[in-house]
């Protein structure tokens, strides 16, 4: 089964965060019923685990609001500012947390375990490996900064729990978001021109949308996530 993404986009006038930028804001929700996930069977370390574990590959609130939609702009690569933030991708209760996440190249990436059982985090972009590293006891973390030499989508998964799945958006540039519990995500300081806007999600895919960005502003974005197909 698959979600499909469909994209609207209302443009309302207001201040902008810098001269000659706009922002772009919205929410992302899902329409029609949801069908309610199995729950993923646990296989390994079950005294810890568990016997099964949520499916967090769809997260809908109760307005049907749709949480780890990476929404970003497709543009040539435009090298961010550089930056010391530290992104933290944990291994909690046997799942990845978060889920799914976002970062501008360059950024640190820490690999941090809050479990007491061995995780070995395996990273593949294209199919190749970027990084596989053991995680093996509470509180044990890497940073595998160095490891991530290009952007693209990180597929993230264990090799000692199989159920385990994670992602990772890098970014050339600074303009994407992560839409939380709320559905909602803003992209801040748009210079002004036209962009496709594209949205991600993992049961969903890729959905795009062309926008012009004014001068200074916000352009409003209205994202539904259809019915299951």
Request: charged letters at 20%; a neutral charge; aromatic letters at 8%.
């Amino acid at each position: 089964m698959t979600v499909s993404l469909a994209l609207a986009a209302t443009i309302f006038l207001g201040s902008a965060h810098q001269l000659h930028a706009g922002m772009i804001a919205g929410e992302v929700k899902f329409v029609g019923p949801v069908s309610i996930s199995k729950p993923i069977r646990v296989s390994k370390d079950e005294d810890y685990c568990g016997s099964t574990l949520p499916d967090h590959s769809l997260l809908v609130g109760s307005g049907g609001e749709l949480k780890n939609v990476v929404v970003y702009l497709d543009v040539p690569g435009i090298r961010p500012m550089p930056s010391n933030k530290a992104n933290v991708l944990d291994t909690d209760g046997c799942s990845f947390v978060p889920r799914v996440s976002a970062m501008a190249l360059g950024e640190k990436l820490i690999v941090r375990n809050n479990d007491p059982k061995l995780h070995i985090v395996h990273s593949y972009l294209d199919k190749q490996t970027v990084f596989n590293i053991a995680v093996p006891f509470p509180g044990h973390q890497m940073e595998i900064t160095h490891k991530i030499k290009k952007a693209g989508m990180l597929q993230v998964n264990c090799d000692t729990h199989a159920w385990m799945r994670g992602y990772v958006h890098v970014f050339d540039h600074p303009f994407f978001a992560v839409t939380d519990d709320r559905g909602s995500f803003t992209v801040p300081n748009v210079p002004a021109g036209v962009y496709t806007l594209k949205a991600w999600h993992e049961k969903a895919g890729v959905q795009s949308l062309e926008l012009n960005v004014p001068d200074e502003g916000e352009i409003r974005v209205k994202l539904e996530a259809g019915r299951w197909q």
